[in-house]
């Protein structure tokens, strides 16, 4: 199963999560995950590809 959510590095240096089908941010609770550190990046994208399979598993 592909994962939904990827991290991509900004020209800053910063890491955004991005929707690997639609190639654009994510937004969770109106809330942009853009301009992260890397550590916060990678955790949040582990949470949303599990909560991701979680609900394709359940359909």
Known sequence: MAQHYDIEKTPEGTWDII??????????????LIDMPIEEADGLVELLNCRDREQREDT
């Open 19 to 32: 929707d690997v089908f639609t190639g654009m941010a994510v937004v969770e609770v109106g809330v942009p």
